[in-house]
């Protein structure tokens, strides 16, 4: 589970920005059944979800692409890369003090077990320091630390790794976890597994993760779970069916470059090709008796809601059955405020998430800014200044009136009262359309 995120002069973030999902003392009692797991081994409360809230432009998206690009990093930095290649990092270019500095990534987790945290900065043509340590028990030991080239690693604790510094196998801009785990080092193979299980999805581009779905519909026992979850949904879905094609069906259209790609893909894997999803729907006589079922394309009939919700069906039910993480941008984006609000309380629900999985994710719908869904120091808020530095901050963190446990968070939050709004006082001298001058005597 995730109990801490950070990150420093990334994109919009130029001071550190910290995401907690370890239970604040002050919301103590409050939904603690629901909302809350106890980590007994250290002394830990931990949430199961959290939302960040925001104007427009606020670091509600960068947050979480921060933490994907931290994912992405870890696991291929010793594979997709040569020595001399860019790293993919985004300083924070609107200060002279940070667009030439590096960029800093740590997140402090619990995986089989055990306690790590984990850290690196950065620059552009370089690792500039790495970090990780463990908690086996009750004290963190350090692993290992790195500052450019010089390694300090833990010789008994950190045995493989010690030996992949020795024989020079870390590039300047890879990660000595991802280099390590490539020799079977365990403690940067846990890392690796903890990252490997994270999932991190964009609710505007169901592409990336639809295919991911179709794979779970390929198993009856995956496919009756998702089939619940879409007529809990109240979306009139009956069943669903993959359609397929093999690649000596494909259009002829396709270049042979493609077509050999694919093939290849399909030979490999044993898969066919997936080329829509046909769903099942109740039809009706002028009695309103049911009389049949009629087939609807899911790419071509079925609204961008229901295609969003069946493209978030897999990886909702493989998160909540593992017991992952899920970080999910933009999770409202073409569904019902009442839907996300009944996902959100699966990820709550001690029935439904036994395996206490975790849902971070961003939204502007402030329906959801409920306190019989969520506790404080679940929600927080993403705000620029004037300079277009992102800050990031708890409800937790006010302790006036305004944020009692059971008060009207929404309420609250349109009156501006806990900040992360935007500021339209200039559409009030907005001037767009010009009267022409012939039109303005003839008034």
């Known amino acids: 589970m995730l109990l801490q995120f950070a990150v420093r002069n990334y994109k919009t973030f130029k001071d550190e920005a910290v995401l907690s999902l370890v239970a604040s003392n002050y919301d103590k009692d409050f939904r603690e059944q629901e909302n809350v797991v106890a980590e007994a081994k250290y002394g830990l409360r931990l949430l199961k979800s959290a939302v960040v809230f925001g104007a427009n432009a606020s670091g509600k998206s960068k947050l979480l692409d921060a933490f994907a690009f931290m994912r992405y990093f870890v696991l291929n930095s010793s594979k997709e890369s040569q020595n001399g290649d860019a790293i993919d990092v985004h300083p924070f270019r609107l200060s002279t003090q940070t667009e030439d500095q590096a960029s800093e990534f740590e997140a402090v987790f619990i995986h089989q077990g055990v306690q790590y945290r984990y850290g690196f900065e950065a620059a552009r043509d370089r690792i500039v320091s790495e970090w990780l340590y463990h908690k086996p028990k009750t004290k963190e030991v350090e692993l290992f630390y790195r500052e450019g080239e010089q390694f300090r690693p833990h010789a008994r604790a950190f045995p493989k790794g ?61 496919k009756a779970k998702i089939m619940e979850l879409l007529k809990a949904a109240d979306l009139g879905i009956l069943d669903a069916e993959l359609q397929k094609m093999t690649p000596e069906e494909l259009p002829e259209a396709i270049p042979q470059e493609l077509r050999d790609w694919i093939a290849k893909q399909s030979s ?59 970080l999910v941008d933009e999770l409202d984006a073409q569904l019902h405020p009442s839907l996300v609000n009944h996902l959100v309380a699966l990820f709550n629900s001690r029935e439904h998430n036994p395996n206490n999985a975790q849902l971070v994710f961003n939204t502007h719908n402030i329906s959801l800014l409920d306190s019989t869904l969520f506790r404080r120091d679940q929600i927080w808020f993403t705000e620029k200044d004037r300079r277009g ?55």
């Open 268 to 326: 490999d894997e044993k898969r066919q090709i997936v080329t829509d999803v046909l769903t099942r729907h109740k039809k009706y006589d002028a009695q309103h008796d049911v009389v049949g079922k009629v087939s609807f394309s899911m790419a071509e009939d079925e609204s961008a809601g229901t295609r969003k919700f069946f493209a978030l069906a897999g990886p909702i039910l493989d998160v909540l059955q593992n017991g992952y993480l899920l």
């Open 389 to 443: 530095e992102a800050k990031l901050y708890s409800l937790a963190d006010f302790k006036s009136d305004d944020a009692r446990k059971n008060a009207s968070f929404q309420e609250s939050y349109t009156r501006g009262r806990y900040g992360a709004v935007p500021f339209l006082g200039f559409f009030e001298d907005l001037k767009i359309v010009s009267i022409p001058e012939e039109d303005e005597k003839a008034k």
């Open 162 to 222: 010690s030996k992949v510094i020795k024989e020079g196998l870390v590039r300047g801009n890879a990660l000595l976890v991802s280099v390590a785990a490539q020799f079977n080092e365990a403690s940067a193979t846990q890392v690796l597994d903890w990252f490997k299980r994270t999932k991190t999805l964009s609710s505007l581009k169901e592409v990336g993760y639809q295919s991911f779905t179709y794979g779970k519909m390929e198993d009856a026992d995956a």
